[in-house]
């Protein structure tokens, strides 16, 4: 069994920053996939970012050049760096662990950009 905590979510004005946490525990195996998804309101739930044990990465073009994945292994943490925020960044933030027998999910966090 794996547990995803997200924090780091609120309000910020457009131009801003935030930095998503979602710290996992559980057993991991080498092959998860984590990821961040984001549901707008009103809007199915989407791909963020994702981030390999390995450390490769992959981005929505709608957020590339302005969010980084990270991983800290030792602080068994998953970050969402997201800078130069934008007023269609809002919604629900979750954190995902996936590989090819299960999928976790995190609670979710809020994420507000006003303009």
């Known amino acids: 069994q794996v547990q995803l905590v997200e924090s780091g979510g609120g309000l910020v004005q457009a131009g801003g920053s935030l930095r998503l946490s979602c710290a996992y525990s559980g057993i991991i195996p080498s092959s998860t996939t984590m990821a961040w998804y984001r549901q707008a309101p009103g809007k199915q739930r989407g791909v963020v970012a994702t981030i390999t044990l390995g450390g490769s990465t992959t981005y929505a073009d709608s957020v590339k050049g302005r969010f980084t994945i990270s991983r800290d292994a030792g602080k068994a943490t998953v970050y969402l760096q997201m800078n130069s925020l934008k007023p269609e960044d809002t919604g629900v933030y979750y954190c995902?662990?996936?590989?090819?027998?299960?999928?976790?999910w995190g609670q979710g966090t809020q994420v507000t950009v006003s303009s």
């Open positions: 995902n662990s996936r590989n090819i027998v299960e999928d976790y």
